[in-house]
C-alpha cells in the first residue's frame, strides 16, 4: 500500500525506527494532496527533560478546497502499516487520492487527526521540526522549497530541547 507522509516520516531516520527497515533513497516519492493544508494542531503529551510532561502540537492535515499539501508516498507493507497506527496515535488512517509528480492519481493511506481543537494551540517541539528539517535535506530542493512554503507558522514559543512521547506505543515507535 501506499502512504502519504508529511510531517517526521519525511525523515528516513524517523520513519526507520516505525518501520522497522530504512527507506532507501528514491522511495520517498514526492507526490500531493489537493483539498487539505497543514496545520499545528494534532495535540499529543510529551516529555522533556526541561519541562516535564506538557502538551504539544504536532502536523495535521485540515480540509481545505483552495490547498494542496506537499508530501511525499511510500510503499509500506501490513506490518509496517500496523506499527504506524501505534506510532500516529490519535490520528485515524483515510484512504484519499494523491497526485504523483507526474500528475498520475494514486490511492494511498494518510494519517489525519480528526479528534476536537483545545481552546489554544500548545507549542511545538523545536526538536520535531529539526526532524523534518533532516529529512527535506535528503529530497529535491524544489520539492523541500514547496513543502516549507505550506508550512504554517508554528505556535510559539518552540519547546527546546529532546522529546519523547508519554504513551508507551507512540515513544517505542517514534
Partial sequence: MQLFVYGSLL???????????????????????????????????????????????????????????????????????????????????CRLTCLSATGESLAARVFIDERPLPAQLPPVPAGYLAKIEAGLAQLPAAFAAAWRAALPAPPLPLIAGDYRFVDSAQKANT
Fill in 11 to 93: 525523515n528516513p531516520d524517523s520513519a526507520e525506527r516505525a518501520l522497522q527497515r530504512r527507506p532507501a533513497p528514491g522511495q520517498l516519492v514526492p507526490a500531493s494532496l489537493a483539498g487539505y493544508r497543514l496545520a499545528w494542531n494534532s495535540i499529543h503529551r510529551i516529555a522533556t527533560d526541561a519541562c516535564g510532561e506538557i502538551d504539544a502540537s504536532f502536523l495535521n492535515l485540515v480540509a481545505d478546497p483552495a490547498a494542496t499539501v506537499p508530501g511525499c508516498l511510500l510503499a509500506i507493507d501490513d506490518a509496517e502499516f500496523a506499527r504506524l497506527c501505534l506510532r500516529e496515535k490519535g490520528y485515524t488512517a
